[in-house]
């Protein structure tokens, strides 16, 4: 009976034996690496056994995607980083420079500044320091979107992959992660463009205020040089002809000369505003010679003798008098017709005459003389004809004035300067110690009573 059982056992194993080897079927043990789960399998090189699950394929093919994408990330992350460190380095300078703009912006407020067309990061302001205002707003606002696209870059979500599931957040999509490339470089560009503006708007300026300075050095060189001439001439007076001249010492050596010379006339009316201040005699108030006549005219007033008016050292005198040593307004009319003239004295004529060098022309290229009587053209004083007191308006017309005109001039309610000689500060001259002060004669004179 045993050898029965024996014997059908042997017979059951060789059947089985024979039925897998027909099929090709074996089953082979190898050892397990460690770490690896026992559920897997592997070759007998150790490498696992590739699966042919479409589960299992799937997983495979989503581990081997989401290996790239993150590859692909830290690359771009690191491109982004740098180009952001360098973006935050010209961000920097660019506010230096503004900074240093703001506080010079004073200096050319007002100047024409150059239109630009519009972009993104809106127009240039025309004023210098709006243009820095704006491009520091636009240059926090580009710094705050490039940090917070640094922190976005560095906070990017990881992958977990475990055997029965998948925890992934969606990568950016490569078209938008072109359009930030793309938006980065847009904005760098114009960023550039800005700081390029700025540049050529601070070149304008310097350029404006350069030919301002260059103005303004000019204007004041011409005032300074107007300045100096005035002071050469002693002119500090408020107007022109607001001057006297003083004479105030009876010598051969004091006198005033007026500039301008006469033309040939035929008629003539001279008036002046004078105080003497000597006695007995006014002296020689002017005089006017001429080659071969020094005595062509002139007003005198010599010794004792009454004041005397000479036209071709011809004589009349005068019923004038004015040596009390107060202001005094007269004047003195004379036509070549029948030798006519009239002597007026404050506004009032107090005297007329005639047969005065009558049909003789006054002569033209003489010089007129204050304060002295001339013995030879321009020369040879004599002391004791000198005229000590102070002048003013000494004017001279080539007519006659009629008496309502010289009415005004004597009470200040018109003024006429004379056509042939005005009296005006630059047409007057002093030697010997003459000298000339502001004087206002409508307004300073004083009537003593």
Not at 53 to 79: A, H
Not at 405 to 411: H, S
């Amino acid at each position: 009976m045993l050898i029965l059982v024996v014997g059908l056992l042997y017979l059951v194993s060789g059947r089985t034996v024979r039925s897998q080897d027909a099929t090709g079927s074996r089953f082979v043990c190898n050892a397990i690496p460690p770490g690896a789960e026992p559920g897997c399998g592997y070759g007998p090189t150790g490498n696992r056994v590739q699966s042919s699950s479409p589960v299992e394929d799937e997983l495979r093919n989503t581990i081997i995607q989401l290996r790239e994408t993150i590859l692909q990330q830290k690359e771009t992350i690191v491109s982004q980083q740098g180009t952001i460190k360098e973006l935050n380095s010209k961000l920097a300078r660019c506010e230096a420079a503004a900074d240093e703009s703001s506080q010079g912006k004073s200096r050319g407020q007002g100047s024409r500044r150059k239109e630009y067309g519009k972009n993104t990061m809106g127009d240039l302001p025309r004023d210098p320091g709006e243009t820095i205002d704006q491009l520091g707003k636009t240059m926090q606002s580009l710094k705050g979107r490039l940090e917070n696209l640094e922190q976005q870059s560095l906070h990017l979500p990881s992958t977990n992959v475990s055997a029965g599931s998948v925890s992934a957040l969606t990568p950016l999509p490569p078209e938008l992660r072109e359009l930030l490339r793309q938006r980065l470089g847009a904005l760098e560009t114009q960023l550039l463009r800005k700081v390029a503006e700025l540049e050529e708007e601070k070149s304008q300026l310097y350029n404006e205020t350069a030919a301002h300075r260059q103005r303004t050095e000019s204007t004041l060189n011409s005032l300074l040089e107007r300045i100096t001439e005035l002071e050469k001439s002693n002119n500090a007076f408020k107007s022109p002809e607001d001057f006297k001249v003083s004479l105030s010492l009876r010598t051969n050596y004091l006198y005033g000369r007026i500039k301008k010379s006469l033309p040939e006339m035929y008629a003539f009316t001279v008036c002046m505003w004078l105080k003497s201040s000597a006695s007995p005699g006014i002296g020689t108030p002017f005089s006017y010679g001429v080659p071969g006549q020094a005595n062509e005219i002139v007003l005198i007033e010599w010794g004792n003798n009454p004041i005397e008016l000479l036209v071709n050292d011809k004589v009349a005198q005068l019923p004038l008098s004015v040596s009390d040593g107060r202001w005094h307004h007269i004047c003195i009319t004379w036509t070549t017709r029948d030798g006519f003239w009239e002597a007026y004295q404050d506004g009032e004529r107090l005297g007329t005459g005639d047969n005065l060098a009558p049909w003789h022309p006054i002569k033209p290229g003489g010089v007129i003389i204050l304060g002295q009587e001339q013995d030879i053209v321009g020369g040879r004083f004599d002391a004791t004809q000198a005229f000590v007191g102070e002048l003013s308006q000494f004017n001279m017309w080539d007519r006659v004035l009629r008496p309502v005109d010289i009415m005004g001039l004597a009470n200040c309610s018109a003024y006429m300067p004379g056509n042939v000689v005005p009296w005006i500060d630059a047409n007057v001259e002093v030697f010997g110690g003459a000298s000339k002060a502001a004087l206002e004669i409508c307004e300073d004179r004083v009537f003593d009573s």
